[in-house]
């Protein structure tokens, strides 16, 4: 069964600390890895959509990286307003995206 | 301005009652889905629609109907056999291919009396 893993669950960092989200995927036949910020009791917002291994997209302190196995998410110089819950997917067979359940960052002052 | 809306923000059922959560997009996008967001959870696919008057079930669909009458419109029922309604539930659209980018609406929050 395909499977989408996120670590760590929770993250907390203090505003500057740059760190790293991980999306571990088992597909197969990778069609687009995706990553969604969520703020609480607000809907998915899309950041990057990579494709292929080696692949890297940057927004603003946001960098994602993608292997054969899994997908980074980088922080860099974190900022209080960066706190959310981030989401990766993937799409799996004929059927739409599966989740992960998500890295939740908290980002202190 | 377009985008997705969801209406109510929050809904209120009684044991027994089927609700309606309504869900519109102006993107003139072909495909639409229904996810369900319960505490520390992931989503998870209710159903999805990659044309009109045509759906298919997700991984959760048991309890749950839906239709698809106009393209812009993808209405969720959640029925009296929906024994643990309460959660955030999310809709969203693409283009059309399962494998595109799907944008979310603002989310329905049902709770049970």
């Known amino acids: 069964e395909d499977q989408v893993t996120q670590s760590p669950e929770a993250l907390r960092l203090q505003e500057g600390e740059s760190s790293s989200l991980n999306c571990s995927y088992t597909?197969?036949?990778?069609?687009?890895l995706f990553w969604y910020r969520q703020d609480p009791g607000k809907g998915p917002e899309f950041l990057f959509t990579?494709?292929?291994a080696g692949e890297e997209k940057e927004k603003e302190r946001l960098k994602a990286t993608l292997t054969k196995k899994e997908s980074f998410l980088h922080i860099t110089a974190p900022k209080p307003e960066d706190s959310a819950t981030y989401l990766c997917?993937?799409?799996?067979?004929?059927?739409?995206?599966?989740f992960g359940k998500g890295t939740r960052l908290s980002v202190i002052a | 301005d377009g985008g997705i809306t969801q209406s109510p923000k929050y809904l209120f059922r009684k044991e027994g009652q089927n609700v309606t959560l309504s869900c519109e997009q102006n993107?003139?996008?072909?495909?639409m889905y229904w996810y369900r967001q319960d505490p520390g959870q992931g989503l998870r696919l209710i159903y999805y629609?990659?044309?009109?008057?045509?759906?298919q079930k997700g991984d959760i669909a048991e309890g749950y109907s839906v239709s698809r009458e106009k393209k812009e419109s993808f209405p969720l029922t959640v029925t009296s056999a929906q024994k643990n309604p309460t959660a955030f539930y999310l809709c969203?659209?693409?283009?059309?291919?399962?494998?595109?980018?799907?944008?979310f609406g603002p989310g329905t929050r049902l709770l049970v009396l």
């Open positions: 969203a659209s693409s283009q059309g291919r399962v494998e595109e980018t799907q944008y």
């Open positions: 597909v197969s036949g990778l069609r687009g």
């Open positions: 990579l494709y292929s």
């Open positions: 997917a993937v799409p799996s067979g004929n059927t739409p995206l599966v």
């Open positions: 993107l003139n996008h072909d495909a």
């Open positions: 629609s990659q044309i009109v008057n045509d759906f």
